[in-house]
């Protein structure tokens, strides 16, 4: 079972986007620097609070959004 309880959503934290653990960092900012070519390293070492589980949870999350699903009407 996919565990993802370090992602939160508060409409009084950055308008309600998904975010680490109630922080002002979003998943979008997270998944943006994997794509950009960010080690996890590096981006632990440029957000201290954030820990490598943070970022395993983000790229689950992203997995979980992306999954296909058909619907036939």
Request: charged share 20%.
């Amino acid at each position: 079972m996919l565990t993802i309880d370090r992602i939160t959503s508060d409409p009084n934290i950055m308008n309600g986007k998904a975010c680490i653990r109630g922080m002002r960092i979003t998943v979008s900012i997270v998944l943006n620097l994997l794509a950009n070519g960010m080690s996890k390293a590096e981006i632990i070492d440029n957000y201290p609070y954030l820990e490598n589980e943070d970022i395993n949870q983000c790229l689950n999350y992203a997995a979980y959004l992306a999954e296909d699903r058909l619907y036939t009407v």
